[in-house]
């Protein structure tokens, strides 16, 4: 009984955690970069008080707030019209889950674990082409909220 309250009280904290509003904006405009295998879009920051790739946790309450997922084709580039999604390759991407309210893209994130269910909607930040590339840029700014997969 008493494990079924705590992860009750565990899945509402979480949820309300990640629900409140960070206070800032996101980036709505997106351009496209092309890399070998698919055609990947980057969203494009023109406002200085934005968060941007090279300040991951720009005007954000908590590192909390920045995370790293494997996403597919379909979420890191929506306008690619594909049949198979696992015929395209699953990539790291940098998300920005603290948002005044919900995305426009109507994307949703699981922040939690394969056995316990904590989702927010997200903004896309950065794709990363190789595991290579997202190690060093969770070495090189700390980020704390990673899943790595194979």
Do not use: H
Request: proline share 5%.
């Amino acid at each position: 009984m008493n494990r079924i309250l705590f992860t009750a009280v565990t899945c509402i904290v979480s949820v309300w955690f990640f629900s409140t509003s960070c206070n800032r904006t996101t980036s709505k405009d997106q351009n496209r970069q092309a890399d070998m295998e698919t055609e990947t879009i980057q969203p494009a920051i023109t406002d200085a008080g934005l968060i941007t790739p090279a300040e991951p946790f720009k005007n954000q309450p908590n590192k909390l707030c920045t995370v790293i997922r494997k996403l597919d084709i379909s979420y890191y580039n929506p306008k690619k019209e594909v049949e198979d999604v696992s015929q395209y390759p699953k990539k790291y991407c940098l998300l920005d889950v603290c948002l005044d309210g919900p995305s426009s893209n109507g994307n949703i994130v699981n922040l939690g674990g394969a056995d316990e269910m904590v989702t927010s909607s997200y903004e896309l930040i950065k794709v990363f082409n190789s595991y290579e590339e997202t190690k060093s840029y969770v070495e090189k700014y700390l980020i704390e909220d990673v899943v790595y997969e194979e």
